[in-house]
């Protein structure tokens, strides 16, 4: 009798078949995102990287009903969601998927601890549920002493460390990562990887658009775009165990 241990499948919590996006506004239709098949399981870190125009953004929009697709589907935690509505791809996203963009998209007239909170109590939290995940995240991210600050009075790496907090304050099933990054500096973009490296670690399905190769370097998986095609999906090989902070030098 084998004494072997039964492995369990990995959960797919995001997944497309012959995803596709043409943006026909123009006098000649683009076609942004063409016929991708992709699968995320949970847990897993995928960096999307490409050049410019190849698609990423869109790509990571349609995942998280930011862009209606033109045809193909989007599953999400084993349901359709690519034929929802768009009050319930709102719904959706409270509950279930959290952004963090390249320039923060912060509510400009609200503080720090009314941004982080938001969403949650939009998604239905108590508020003091809502409170002590906003005190909890904020404390994570060295952020606490600036709750009743406005997004105007942060620097930038503080915007996108509250963006983060935003989030994540729904514990979302994944978190999409378009350029998260890009409009840092090197010492901040090491703050903000070590939090992603963070939360991943403590089990936080993550996709991330990056153009940058060193920045991916965090990533378990690379998710290569041309021209609206995937033409590479590969596991990052690694030696030993490495944290964000190890994983790039951008001196």
Known sequence: MSDAVPTIPPTTVLRTVGLVKVYSGGAVPVHAVRGVDLRVEAGEFVAVMGPSGSGKSTLVHLLGGLEARTSGEIWLDDKRADTLSESAWALLRRKKIGFVFQFYNLVANMTVADNVELPALLAGALPKDARERREHLLGALSLGDRADA???QLSGGEQQRVALAR???????????DEPTG???SRNTRDVLRLLGQVHRDGQTIIMVTHDARVAGLADRVVLLLDGEIVDDGRIARRRTRTAGEVIDLR
């Open 150 to 152: 406005a997004p105007a």
């Open 167 to 177: 989030a994540l304050a729904n514990q979302p099933s994944v978190l999409l990562a």
């Open 183 to 185: 409009n840092l500096d």
